[in-house]
């Protein structure tokens, strides 16, 4: 019996480590079976999704104006296409993106188009007299801007602006059309310095630079107007650019003009030319709020050969809380003060006519501040106040002008203003064409702008 019981236990010890493969075995084969079972699970699924119809791609939400857009996800480029349609043309995107999206029949550059149409109702004195915002345009509604751009990278060493623009420059008459702008940038210069060679727009202060249909308000401000021209300070030349490598951040710009602009100069060569510069600086205060600050000199000869010369200061704020898309809160200033010579005839022997002519000084100023307030994405309320003398001329004029925002999309705006226009005693002889006069205007005005295809980021 003892013998028998020896031969199990030993029998169990040799057999114990095959049962327990056996049985590590099975549970392994169990394990794999299952896995087989969940991964033609997941098989059948995606076969199902790839078996339905793609949705379109959704569209990012785009920003509120003013605000900069955020940077595009990396994502798989598209693959080539040998054609570009016109809805490709017309579908709003990121500056120089048909460009990124290089290809065969790949257009090397953007294009877009902006629409701007104005209306304004005013009084009929203001009318017969032209004493408007848009001389000879009151009670009317009118293409004020209508441009095609053409925009992009000539190669890695510098980039091209080409702007076409058409409008009603006078009442009644057909469309205009005419070279807005027309410009090289060469991106890679020593030192760091970027260079603007061609026409455009000088970067005098901030609103000069910026198109009519991407301004804050729907005329550019008085002080602007009076002292730079109904066009603003457009020029043939250079401007170059310089951002020094310091802790802080400063804009350094100077530019060298014709002086074609027969409202501050108009001598209009280079060998007596306008000579421009600016620096800018920005701060970020917290993460809520930023602060630009910039100084600008213009000085060139008048038509008369007069010297001239504008300052101008600038400033403008924006607060937009945290989580926002968009700034709730914006503040825009800018302030100018003219130097200038003019010729003034002198009567010596009081028989009426003029027996002398002498040069006189002629030192005026003047500016604007504007608040708008966007406490919704689509929606945003401002006012403007003006307060400007003339650059030669005696007398002053002030103005206030509240309005309404709406934009549909960051590519369809709407709105409307009402601005009320004092001019003193003083002025009342420069506005009184064809018997009225035009000392004291009341406007409502109306805009509706447009952007079809590319547009470049608006400024801070």
């Known amino acids: 019996m003892r013998a028998l019981a020896l031969s199990v236990i030993a029998l169990s010890t040799i057999l114990a480590p095959a049962i327990a493969a056996a049985q590590d075995a099975a549970e392994l084969r169990r394990q794999i079976e299952q ?44 693959p080539p296409r040998s054609t570009l349609s016109a809805a490709d043309l017309a579908q709003p995107r990121q500056p120089f993106s048909l460009y990124q999206q290089r290809g065969s029949g790949q257009l090397l550059f953007d294009i877009g188009i902006e629409g701007d149409f104005v209306g304004n109702i005013t009084q009929r004195n203001v009318e ?26 000539i190669d890695p060493y510098a980039s091209a602006v080409v702007r076409i623009e058409a409008g009603e420059e006078e009442r009644g008459q057909e469309t205009g059309v005419h070279l807005a702008e027309a410009y090289l940038t060469l991106l890679t210069l020593p030192f760091g310095t970027q260079a603007k060679i061609g026409q455009m727009r000088s970067r005098f202060g901030y609103s000069n630079e910026i198109h009519e249909h991407d301004l804050q308000w729907i005329d550019r401000p008085n002080v602007m107007r009076n002292f730079l021209g109904d066009e603003g300070l457009q020029e043939k030349g250079m401007e170059v650019t310089l951002v020094p490598d310091l802790p802080f951040y400063i804009e350094a710009l100077a530019g060298i003009f014709n002086g074609d602009n027969e409202t501050a100069f108009g001598r209009g060569t280079l060998q007596h030319p306008l000579v421009t510069g600016r620096v800018r600086t920005f701060f970020e205060l917290g ?72 040069k006189r000084q002629r030192n005026h100023s003047g500016w604007y501040t504007g608040l708008e307030v966007q406490p919704f994405r689509r929606f945003a309320g401002g006012v403007r106040y003006d307060w400007s003398q003339y650059p030669v001329n005696p007398g002053w004029e002030w103005a206030i002008e509240p309005y309404v925002t709406f934009w549909p999309s960051e590519f369809l705006r709407f709105r409307l203003a009402w601005k009320h226009t004092d001019r003193s005693t003083q002025t009342r002889d420069a506005f009184n064409l064809n018997g009225s006069s035009a000392r004291n205007v009341d406007e409502l005005l109306f805009q509706a702008s447009f952007i079809l295809g590319a547009h470049p980021a608006h400024p801070f």
Do not use: C
Request: proline fraction near 11%.
């Open 128 to 153: 017969r007299a032209g004493g408007g915002t848009f001389p000879g345009q009151e009670n009317r509604f009118f293409p004020r801007e209508v441009e095609l751009s053409f925009f992009g990278q």
């Open 287 to 358: 993460l809520e709020h930023g602060l630009q600050l910039g100084m600008s000199v213009a000085s060139g000869q008048t038509d008369d050969r007069n010297r001239s010369t504008i300052l101008g200061w600038e400033a403008r704020y924006k607060y937009r809380p945290d989580g926002w898309l968009h700034p709730l809160i914006t503040l825009t200033g800018e302030a100018l003060y003219s130097m200038r010579k003019a010729d003034v005839g002198v009567d010596l022997d009081g028989d009426g006519a003029i027996d002398q002519v002498d």
């Open 35 to 78: 896995l087989q079972r969940q991964l033609q699970s997941v098989t059948e699924r995606l076969q199902r999704l790839e078996a339905q119809p793609t949705p379109p791609a959704a569209q990012p939400v785009p920003p509120a104006p003013g605000v900069p857009a955020p940077a595009p996800a990396a994502a798989a480029a598209p």
